[in-house]
């Protein structure tokens, strides 16, 4: 089954900086999802890719997916505040799977 | 509704205790599935439904958990008999077509089993 890395585990940055996520696997990943979750609450939607050298941006929010579809990363232009929670990555666990596996996370705090 | 709702959103139990979890997903939503988020174990698969019948139930993990869905919509997930490392924030998550689109996720439930 697939199973994904993720580093950093936790990431501490000053507001207005820029930083990186990146998030592994050992196999294909045939669907690449980016989450963002506050504690105690549920998990957002970020953005999905598919496509090998695929790569989305949402406000200040880049994902990419290497052209080997194995790793992904997410890119924060800029850091705010509101940028701080947990990021996760999940992936279809095979293709045409119809369930997610997860990272374990990465903690992100923005210090102003 | 806008939203994935679960509820109840905090549930504290005693061991031993059956207990209903509930998720409602967004309209016309035809998959629907249930994760677990605990401390040690991240976030994990229990069990997915399309329509009403559930292709894949091998998350749950041991016969007294349970899930049904009727209508093709609400879910409940059922826990007979709880146990502590139950305890945990369980996590529903709903989309248009499974295996094609992004998961909608809903708040949670927290479990606390005492």
């Known amino acids: 089954s697939q199973e994904l890395e993720q580093s950093p585990q936790s990431l501490i940055v000053q507001e207005g900086k820029n930083l990186t996520i990146n998030c592994t696997s050992s196999?294909?990943?045939?669907?690449l999802y980016w989450y963002k979750q506050k504690y105690g609450e549920g998990l957002i939607f970020l953005m999905m890719?598919?496509?090998?050298?695929e790569e989305k941006s949402h406000e200040k929010i880049t994902a990419k997916l290497d052209e080997k579809k194995q790793q992904s990363s997410l890119h924060i232009t800029a850091s705010q505040p509101s940028h701080a929670g947990t990021y996760l990555c999940?992936?279809?666990?095979?293709?045409?799977?119809?369930?997610?596996?997860f990272g374990q996370g990465t903690r992100l705090t923005i210090n102003p | 509704g806008a939203g994935v709702s679960q509820s109840p959103s905090n549930k504290v139990t005693e061991k031993g205790k059956d207990v209903e979890l509930r998720c409602d997903p967004i309209?016309?939503?035809?998959?629907l599935y249930w994760y677990r988020q605990s401390l040690g174990q991240g976030l994990e698969f229990l069990i997915y439904f399309q329509g009403n019948s559930a292709p894949d139930k091998s998350g749950l993990p041991s016969d007294r958990f349970s899930a049904e869905r009727t209508g093709g919509s609400v879910s409940t997930l059922t826990i007979q008999r709880t146990q502590q490392e139950d305890s945990a924030v369980y996590l529903c998550?709903?989309?248009?077509?499974?295996?094609?689109?992004?998961?909608?996720f809903g708040p949670g439930t927290r479990l606390t089993v005492t």
């Open positions: 890719l598919q496509k090998g050298g």
């Open positions: 998550a709903s989309s248009l077509v499974p295996g094609m689109y992004e998961q909608y």
């Open positions: 999940g992936a279809d666990d095979i293709q045409g799977a119809q369930k997610l596996v």
């Open positions: 309209s016309g939503h035809t998959a």
């Open positions: 196999k294909t990943l045939y669907g």
